[in-house]
């Protein structure tokens, strides 16, 4: 049996509308940089740590016949079936001088939950719920 069948969690992609958009209102919104923007602009990553936030346009020939079509919700009382969540030292400052000023859609400030910890949520250009929160130990 092969020795190395250990997974190493790589990236997460996120299916919008327009891939260029969401790269530059992600770096803006939440302060991440870009690390690649394909010139077809159907490919976009951002540096995040050890793991890479993608993104591609949610319809392509591609993988829709493959895998399924991504479905969007129709309504801002519907939500993607995903959830991006951030950790910041300071949730108030993010949430309102960096997501909220830059063009985020404001969801829920930022409030102590039982848990411990702080989180406020936004809805970014293509109305995906990103959580914005302190870190819990």
């Known amino acids: 049996m092969a020795s190395n069948l250990n997974p190493r969690y790589a990236y997460t992609v996120v299916y919008v509308k327009d ?6 209102f992600y770096a803006k ?11 077809s602009h159907r490919w976009g990553e951002l540096e995040s740590g050890q793991t890479t936030i993608a993104f591609t346009p949610a319809k ?7 895998t399924g079509k991504v479905q969007i919700p ?24 960096r997501a909220v000023e830059n063009g985020a859609m404001s969801v829920s400030e930022p409030e102590q939950k039982e848990w411990g910890q702080k989180v406020g ?3 970014d250009i293509d109305g ?10």
């Open 19 to 24: 891939v260029a958009k969401s790269i530059a």
């Open 29 to 39: 919104a939440f302060g991440y940089h870009v690390r690649r923007l394909d010139e």
């Open 60 to 66: 392509q020939h591609e993988t829709d016949e493959l």
């Open 74 to 97: 129709q309504s801002e009382r519907e939500r993607n079936p995903v959830e991006v969540c951030f950790d910041y030292s300071d949730v108030d400052a993010a949430y309102k001088q």
């Open 121 to 123: 949520y936004v809805r």
């Open 128 to 137: 995906i719920v990103v959580r914005m929160g302190s870190h819990v130990s």
